[in-house]
């Protein structure tokens, strides 16, 4: 009789069922907390949020808590007769189990549904309360994202002792001395290109470094302010790449700061500044597996860019709380610079404003570095409230600039390459 019911061949399934049943839950906690030890390790982690950005170096509580999520899986392993039987109770059956498993999946995309509609409602996770310093000077630009509006004069009061600044622009946008102003196009010409230290935030035409450099007796070229504030490494190849044909270009000076690293990795602003009514989206590059950069997303104007409230609210706490952004993007987008202008016959400089010790990561490329060299008091050199250099600090860089920029010109009179001569014989000649 015994025999007969063992031999049965569904009595014998129905019991390897039931053993499977109980045997499969604890070995598949056992699994899920290996796979969390795994990307609990620091190498995982700091992927996704910074380990030493805010509070110090938090490896050794990364490592504790892998420590522990280890232990986790190992004492599933050595109770998992006792785990098994209390899955068993709560779940009686597989389909039990199933439809928990739905309904907690169903309520999830609910509550997600519901947390997203009720950021639209509420205007979140953006609020608009301050307007950037370039947006009444700016129009929206949808290959730039925003540029000056041309033939305009505009005035604006900056820094906490309000100083009033008057600002004139050309026909394209380029900020000049004097209304009316335009640059001789046929005449050997340095363009100057950057976010808002090239600009001259703050400061009049004159009195930025860009302005003294065009006053000077001594300098030979012909200067095309092309900065503009808030540009990131991104917008100033795309500026660069639409006016240098405009003018006789033979030099290209390109003013990096350290901030620009932070904007090339950003679409919207807004993920930066939460609080800032911006003009628009900013174009955004990506980089290729050799290095090479390429344009994935062009500018739009909020009324057509549509995105999810929840996405961009976790995007600025990655941005606030996430690793440091690397230096990969802006590395090929200066190379991408350096490329196009000297395929098109012109030199290339780059001036390090702050003194990255860093800089410029492995590129090829003559730097100033305007830091490393700056005198006593340089840091301090600021416009109040504001944060940008005034007007001794662009003095300071007028001269240290046009003294190491004929430097590279001389060098590069000595080189054997055509175009390098041709500037120097042109410019010679001014």
């Given at each position: 009789?015994?025999?007969?019911?063992?031999?049965?061949?569904?009595?014998?399934?129905k019991t390897a069922?039931?053993?499977?049943?109980?045997?499969?839950?604890?070995?598949?906690?056992?699994?899920?907390?290996?796979?969390?030890?795994?990307?609990?390790?620091?190498?995982?982690?700091?992927?996704?949020?910074?380990?030493?950005?805010?509070?110090?170096?938090?490896?050794?509580?990364?490592?504790?808590?892998?420590?522990?999520?280890?232990?986790?899986?190992?004492?599933?392993?050595?109770?998992?007769?006792?785990?098994?039987?209390?899955?068993?109770?709560?779940?009686?059956?597989?389909?039990?189990?199933?439809?928990?498993?739905?309904?907690?999946?169903?309520?999830?995309?609910?509550?997600?549904?519901?947390?997203?509609?009720?950021?639209?409602?509420?205007?979140?996770?953006?609020?608009?309360?301050?307007?950037?310093?370039?947006?009444?000077?700016?129009?929206?630009?949808?290959?730039?994202?925003?540029?000056?509006?041309?033939?305009?004069?505009?005035?604006?009061?900056?820094?906490?002792?309000?100083?009033?600044?008057?600002?004139?622009?050309?026909?394209?946008?380029?900020?000049?001395?004097?209304?009316?102003?335009?640059?001789?196009?046929?005449?050997?010409?340095?363009?100057?290109?950057?976010?808002?230290?090239?600009?001259?935030?703050?400061?009049?035409?004159?009195?930025?470094?860009?302005?003294?450099?065009?006053?000077?007796?001594?300098?030979?070229?012909?200067?095309?302010?092309?900065?503009?504030?808030?540009?990131?490494?991104?917008?100033?190849?795309?500026?660069?790449?639409?006016?240098?044909?405009?003018?006789?270009?033979?030099?290209?000076?390109?003013?990096?700061?350290?901030?620009?690293?932070?904007?090339?990795?950003?679409?919207?602003?807004?993920?930066?500044?939460?609080?800032?009514?911006?003009?628009?989206?900013?174009?955004?590059?990506?980089?290729?597996?050799?290095?090479?950069?390429?344009?994935?997303?062009?500018?739009?104007?909020?009324?057509?860019?549509?995105?999810?409230?929840?996405?961009?609210?976790?995007?600025?706490?990655?941005?606030?709380?996430?690793?440091?952004?690397?230096?990969?993007?802006?590395?090929?987008?200066?190379?991408?610079?350096?490329?196009?202008?000297?395929?098109?016959?012109?030199?290339?400089?780059?001036?390090d404003w702050y003194?990255?010790?860093?800089?410029?990561?492995?590129?090829?490329?003559?730097?100033?570095?305007?830091?490393?060299?700056?005198?006593?008091?340089?840091?301090?050199?600021?416009?109040?409230?504001?944060?940008?250099?005034?007007?001794?600090?662009?003095?300071?860089?007028?001269?240290?600039?046009?003294?190491?920029?004929?430097?590279?010109?001389?060098?590069?009179?000595?080189?054997?390459?055509?175009?390098?001569?041709?500037?120097?014989?042109?410019?010679s000649s001014k």
């Open positions: 009789m015994i025999s007969g019911i063992h031999s049965d061949p569904r009595l014998r399934e069922t039931q053993k499977a049943k109980f045997v499969w839950p604890a070995i598949a906690l056992a699994l899920v907390f290996l796979c969390l030890t795994i990307l609990a390790s620091p190498h995982f982690v700091e992927r996704v949020v910074s380990l030493d950005r805010r509070h110090g170096d938090m490896r050794p509580v990364v490592r504790a808590f892998q420590a522990f999520l280890g232990t986790l899986s190992l004492a599933t392993l050595v109770r998992r007769k006792w785990i098994n039987s209390q899955f068993g109770r709560v779940f009686p059956s597989t389909r039990q189990f199933l439809v928990a498993a739905g309904m907690v999946l169903l309520s999830s995309g609910l509550g997600v549904t519901a947390i997203e509609g009720l950021a639209r409602v509420l205007n979140l996770p953006f609020r608009a309360k301050w307007i950037p310093s370039e947006n009444p000077l700016a129009r929206f630009d949808s290959e730039l994202g925003w540029s000056y509006i041309p033939n305009q004069t505009a005035t604006q009061e900056l820094g906490s002792d309000h100083r009033k600044v008057e600002m004139y622009f050309d026909d394209l946008g380029c900020r000049v001395r004097r209304p009316g102003d335009q640059a001789d196009r046929s005449a050997p010409t340095a363009l100057f290109v950057g976010d808002s230290y090239t600009f001259g935030h703050g400061v009049t035409y004159e009195e930025s470094f860009v302005g003294r450099l065009a006053m000077r007796p001594d300098f030979p070229f012909e200067v095309v302010n092309l900065g503009a504030q808030a540009y990131g490494t991104d917008q100033s190849l795309l500026l660069l790449k639409r006016q240098f044909k405009k003018f006789n270009t033979k030099l290209v000076v390109y003013t990096f700061t350290s901030m620009q690293i932070g904007r090339n990795e950003v679409y919207d602003r807004r993920i930066q500044y939460p609080d800032g009514r911006f003009l628009g989206t900013k174009p955004l590059f990506r980089v290729k597996a050799d290095g090479s950069v390429y344009l994935a997303r062009e500018a739009l104007e909020f009324k057509d860019y549509s995105y999810s409230r929840v996405w961009a609210a976790l995007q600025i706490l990655k941005l606030r709380w996430g690793p440091k952004p690397t230096v990969r993007l802006t590395r090929g987008l200066i190379q991408e610079m350096k490329n196009f202008a000297e395929s098109n016959g012109a030199r290339f400089v780059v001036v003194d990255d010790p860093s800089f410029p990561w492995g590129l090829n490329v003559d730097v100033i570095r305007l830091g490393a060299n700056a005198p006593v008091g340089w840091s301090d050199w600021i416009i109040p409230g504001d944060g940008h250099p005034d007007s001794r600090g662009h003095l300071y860089a007028a001269e240290y600039i046009g003294g190491r920029l004929q430097d590279v010109l001389t060098k590069a009179r000595t080189t054997s390459t055509p175009a390098y001569e041709r500037t120097a014989t042109e410019a």
